[in-house]
């Protein structure tokens, strides 16, 4: 009667399911190709990484489950989660304790990507093939403290297990990559590259800017006391991170908006950020302008340009204020893009060897603006559902929102974006049974035919992520 | 072949269908919690109350059907709709024409709501079975007559048949609550409790505005004639409404604006609004004031607070001067909820004890917005679809954009929001049935189990509201 | 397994096929009533029409297929789109190059709107089954350049084949609709007829307002030197219109932004119109105020007025200026109306015998704002999904979002609102495929009868388009 698990996600429709199943068939054991994500590179340097507790390993960096552990009421000192005053961990609580918690309220989690990722995750990757609760929690507890110090779940054993083809992580423009470095220098064959994330020292808004500027200054041995020189400094930044295998960068901004400063005006901002004197519209313009830089840099060197709109990040200022960014109090809000990207489109659009992908967190935007640009302009494509999106409904909403006017190859497929290190192969399998069963829906109405669908869904598993982010060499 | 009415609402798949009726079967009967809505307590006082003509019940208190009628040309006065000026009923049309302009044009609401809680209140509550029709009006009409002089037709005997375990009903700030009382004394066992509705004595540019508070001045013995009369006078009405059963308040608004005021800011504005001395600015910012004054409020008052955003009401200026308000004709426009609720959230939000139940017109800032913030912030709910979404695809698009983000427990179950008492089980049935089919269709791609399910129907159609309101005692 | 073409766009769930083939029956031979479109009336005035090559016929003038191909690198130029400066045809590639180009990358429209409206017209028109692809293009396009030398493909051949009942072009104001009135004098018996669209002499921003005033001048007989005038000569048009036949107009606005100007403002306005010294402001509050006046023109006339809101045209501006309008680069923008529309809904919102149908891009205002709004003022009707969204998935979410609270009957049917006459039939079949199936997944929940689905088949495919046109006569 109910679904088997090995059948999960698809349509209860008995035709709609075996073809969905056939297609699944088809890409189940393709590689990951990780092109965007948060996994912390150091884990990958060392043969023998400490997970530290399953509290660690699981709770402790997933922003998605503790936010709603606080929804309901629980504290986020009561879970572990290190506050800044205390400088980490003083006064942790015990983990079995925090587990207790976790499993005596998992029920919030039902209907939710969490719950299904973990739920997948412990079955497949650590063996545990019950449902937790209140009761079995000490027991799994346990079993996933064994398994933590069993040698096969070292990362980079599972790396391997997970059959992950190439791994990007993302990393500040002033990092030394020498955690990137290290892997390589190993002998290690596993493929990890940075990914150039310069919001700390774009967003003129940004905590600490000046300091933020001045190790810019050390790390690219340019001294950046001008616009020219910041520029100067950003394009060794981009050059170094290509060398170390980066293909890609990564741009946050709460809007779309892009500008055209002249180089005077420019400077002018910048001077005034320097010295921590900047207007919010200075913030605004600046970021704005820099989206275009960034842009022309790309037109240049060929690095895939990512964009990811529309988030307020900590909202919630007390938490901030405690706990740090990434506290699972980012909250969306709406977002323009037809008039905001105009002046980077006009400038850049039609550089067929460019490549920008947005990223969003407003739906309505998909079929409105998304969909008609990524349908027309040559440089731009659309990446997957992102953060609440990345979801059995959100994926499916993306998909019957966005193919019909942008078609399937101005998408770039999907990635995982996640810190949640073994979670990777959970995520990516949702992902392509979502894309099975939605290409077997359409089979089943004659939109496209058998032929069709199984060479769509190798390439929403496997061939787009690799092909949007150049990693095909 | 096609669908019996046991089955309706429920998906065609028979695999689904199956789960969705053994969900249905555990909630079905459960007693009906209405926590929000606007029956006359008028109605409940009497032991022999007389309900009018079938028209007078079904069509002149439903905005839903007279709007729609008027929007093919049918003026409102020829449904006896009662106009301003003429003080009431002057020239009203006979009742039993009205009944046929009706039924003569009832294809107008194929696929509306309003066919499906006509049509099964009818039939459950009246035991009409026909479909009615331009023939059999008439017939219809008798029948509807004959059972309203039924004393089982009487209100009180009708809310022990619903078997309604309590009924809220939603009073201005100044009303004395004398039916409330009336029903209390009357020795009649049925709970029904009053919610605080102060909306005509806070929106300063409500009509009539110093006369309310004139109002107000007499019912809590304060003279307001200051701010911090004002709100003492507030203080004071909560008070009585929570010794008269209330659990809640309620607050409607335009835009989900909040600001914190100085007291001396406070005053000058409610000085001038006093004297009618107001800008547009004037009543927005005062307005997103007295929101944080009202949750400030409830956080000492235990008083669950309920926020319904974004109708632009009485959008239609000829028929607010002849007809006044609720004529089917409040619009809803555009919500932004992230930055507008930041000041009430950064003082309030995490006040565990506090619960405040948003309701909105916009659909798009449910995955957007309000899941994102109602799964996080401690103080936050979010109520269920509201008024032209409070459907079979409102309730979908509900659940399906909320649940993943917001999980279900930071949602408040069903609320039926009518005037139109006899369709009370039919609403809450169809939310019952929707619940089901969605659980059902949950349960078959894998997403929750059956266990699970069978806890998660109760919850939604009985215990979330129950808790969500503090209920429980 | 897979669905058969006879039974395409239809679920399936074998009970909801069943049902949506039957109501599709009644549907599939109905006549086309083709309402709102923009053939070329000069097709049809000859009775030995020149196609040209397949590529004329099929890709020139089809912009959805070509911005795709754009989209993925493919520059128009090598598509022989012609372009502005070249006056036209100059180095035109060769249509078969051309044509094995779009073949090549015919996999980029799967899932597409665009594919199955091709796939669909060449096999129901011309006769090929094959799926177009690199190795069939040559043999393909040999197939179609021998039909279209055969003069059962002649245009008017194929007007009577496709049982078009009537079909409305769109033409500027000052068109003299000498292509109207030659196919009126040519005896044959096809119903053509023009819509008004006074866009180019109304929208005061548009290139060469002053010289289309001009030949308002020239064609009205009136001399526009005035704002009087301006009218005068407008009102002459849309009387001339009328004598030949049109029963619509048609406006295109980026906002619904409405307002009354005194008439000195719009003289004011007006005069720096002339001299073409006019701000973005003074841009929209005359395009706004003349909605109003089309709008008290269409009560006196009554002609059924038109609305298309939405288009932010000619984005890519190196597109524009090379190849001109229309080139598949108009990209949607958030639209608003309950607040726009105010205005000329408290002037002519009640007039009955007023019709005005309002088209838009922004797919979130559906449930928010059109469809109460159509609700409830009798004036107003929502038209069809629009452009990107005249597509199955677009089609299945207007119907979801809208009914529930529109009800059907405030709608006004299908239009397929194409230039590419061969694909008419197959713009109707997909429609009244997705009706059938939209209707009988209503039956199968019981929200309705398949007596009511019966007849709101025929009123989607036929009935509501001709009533809501003023064609029954």
Chains 1, 2, 3 share one sequence.
Request: aromatic fraction near 10%.
């Amino acid at each position: 009667m109910t679904q088997s698990l090995e059948d999960r996600f698809f349509s209860s429709d008995p035709a709609q399911r075996q073809i969905a199943r056939s297609l699944y068939k088809r890409v189940k054991d393709l590689p990951l190709v990780c092109v965007h994500g948060h996994v912390n590179p150091a884990m990958l340097c060392a043969s023998n990484y400490d997970w530290g507790t399953p509290v660690d390993l699981l709770i402790i960096p997933d922003h998605y489950i503790f936010r709603m552990l606080y929804s309901q009421g629980i504290m986020l000192e009561e879970l572990g989660i290190p506050s800044k005053e205390k400088g980490g961990h003083l006064a942790t609580p015990d983990h079995r304790k925090v587990w207790q918690i976790v499993c005596d309220h998992w029920y919030l989690f039902r209907g939710t990507p969490s719950s299904l990722w973990l739920r997948d995750e412990l079955r497949d990757i650590f063996g545990i093939e019950e449902k937790i609760n209140s009761a079995n929690a000490q027991k799994i507890y346990d079993a996933l403290e064994a398994k933590l110090h069993n040698p096969e779940f070292q990362p980079r054993q599972m790396f391997e297990r997970f059959h992950i083809e190439v791994l990007a992580t993302t990393d500040a423009a002033t990092d030394t990559l020498h955690y990137h470095e290290s892997i390589r220098q190993s002998g290690w064959h596993g493929r990890v590259i940075p990914t150039f994330r310069p919001d700390m020292v774009v967003n003129i808004d940004a905590e600490h800017f000046a300091e933020n500027i001045q190790r810019l200054s050390q790390v690219s041995n340019i001294d950046v006391t001008s616009y020219p020189s910041y520029i100067a400094a950003l394009e060794q930044r981009r050059r170094f991170f290509k060398e170390m295998g980066a293909t890609a960068t990564d741009h946050a901004a709460m809007t779309a908006y892009t500008e055209h400063l002249s180089e005077r005006e420019a400077e002018i901002i910048f001077q005034r950020a320097l010295k921590g004197q900047i207007s919010t519209e200075d913030a605004r313009r600046f970021t704005g302008h820099m989206l275009l830089e960034m842009a022309r840099m790309s037109v240049e060197d060929g690095l895939v340009m990512q964009l990811h709109i529309g988030s307020y990040r900590d909202h919630n200022s007390a938490i901030y204020e405690h706990f740090g960014r990434d506290m699972g109090a980012d909250i969306p809000v709406a977002s323009e893009f037809t008039r905001n990207l105009k002046p980077l489109l006009d400038r850049f659009g039609r550089e067929d060897d460019l490549t920008i992908v947005v990223f969003n967190l407003d739906e309505t935007t998909y079929s409105r603006e998304l969909a008609p640009l990524v349908g027309h302009y040559p440089a731009l494509r659309l990446g997957p559902p992102w953060w609440f999106f990345d979801s059995l409904n959100g994926i499916r909403r993306f998909f019957d929102n966005v193919v019909e006017t942008a078609g399937l190859y101005n998408t770039t497929g999907f990635n995982d974006d996640t810190r949640a290190y073994p979670s990777i192969p959970a995520r990516h399998d949702l992902w392509r049974r979502a894309s099975a069963d939605w290409l077997a829906g359409m089979v089943l109405r004659g939109i496209i035919d058998e032929e069709d669908a199984h060479e769509m869904v190798v390439d929403m598993a496997y061939r787009l992520a690799k092909q949007a982010y150049k990693l095909e060499s």
